[in-house]
């Protein structure tokens, strides 16, 4: 099951930015792949107008990075005729990757190499109230769209740059990818199972985390703009993010001087606390204090367990987690996935099943909190998008644009945004500093 929500055309685009608490903030986007286009996509979810800029003939990279493809089930070149109008890309449909990060969010393309497509984003720039790029650090600032050079134009503009290491320090230069700051942070050296080696996490989680820090960073600077009257730049990376995330496991080697090691499920302070095998499946039970330990042990019908000295208290059942895992699987292991579920109905401790995609989306709270939104396309039909976390009691959060093609709003955010008229339109894409696609409307 899935929550509806209408495709808005371009004719009701100004009325419906409006909605949500960031209403009236405009930012715009030279984010491409994830961790930019997610922290974007956040602000957009909260009512920001959101202006993602592309480049003119490959789009964000995600673009093609596929399958799967949302195939198009209508024609998508137009009959617009002028020479300023080109022919859409090719693609093969839209890639469910650029999908699930580009909701509410409209596209312009704009060659930033060329003088005509620098004045766009400078004048973009001015009119914004926050700027996202996700640049090696140095590379905007070769075409006049640093920091520096912005905000003498729009001292009130929040800048906030994505990078792989940070602004300054020996490798700052670098490009910085999801994977390779999993491995060089720390994340990789602790995933895995015990005893095998470094695994990735199985989704982007430092692009993601990176993306939801800087998605806070920015609405506090727009707080404190407020007062100040003045915007700031915030210098975000994947690897800091990295490293603060590692949370206890960094502390006990900053206050422990202890060393990290891959634990599988299990955790390295509380026990029992991993997924454990039945007849047919896995389930995931976690008992952190004595209380709900005796509630597993009363339930597993060993009452005996408690008062073993072996098990007493946290710090036993750490120092003999081999004998306890071994005691629990047995009990497990001869019942059925659903025969270990009815046991631990209603014993108060946290556990659950160990669930694929298909079964986490017709998860029953998963479908009563309405988690899975659905959105008209104009060119690819109904898609289905994972709607936002966060849900307010005064204000709209909500799916209300699809994630726009390619150069979809150029020419009418060059006109209704920038104010152009027809002769700076086509100056700019005469210049090649912007591209107009000529879409099937």
Known sequence: MSSRVRYYSANTLAKDLTAGPLAGIRVLDLTRILAGPYCTMLLGDLGAQIIKVEHPTRGDDTRSWGPPF??????????CHGSLYKDPPPFTGESAYYLCVNRNKQSITVDMKTDEG?????????????LVENYVPGKLAQYGLSYEELREINPRLVYASITGYGSTGPYSGRPGYDVIIEAEAGLMHITGEEGGGPVKVGVAVTDLMTGLYVHGAIMAALISRSSTGRGQHIDASLLQTQVSMLANIGSNYLIGGIEAQRWGT??????????FATK????????????QFSSLCHTLRRPDLPNDPRFRTNSDRIENHVDLVAIINQVLSAMTTEEVLDMLEGCGLPYGLVNNVAQTFAHPQVVARGVVREIHHPFVGDIRVVGPAVEYSESTVDVRLPPPMLGQHTEQILRSVLGYNDQQIERAVRGGGATIYNYNR
């Open 70 to 79: 949302k195939l198009y089930e209508r024609k998508v070149t137009g009959t």
């Open 118 to 130: 620098r004045q766009i984003l400078i004048d973009l720039a001015h009119s914004s109230d926050v």
């Open 266 to 275: 299990r955790h390295a302070s509380i026990a029992p606390y991993q997924v």
């Open 280 to 291: 047919d499946g896995s389930i995931c039970i976690g008992a952190g204090n004595n209380a």
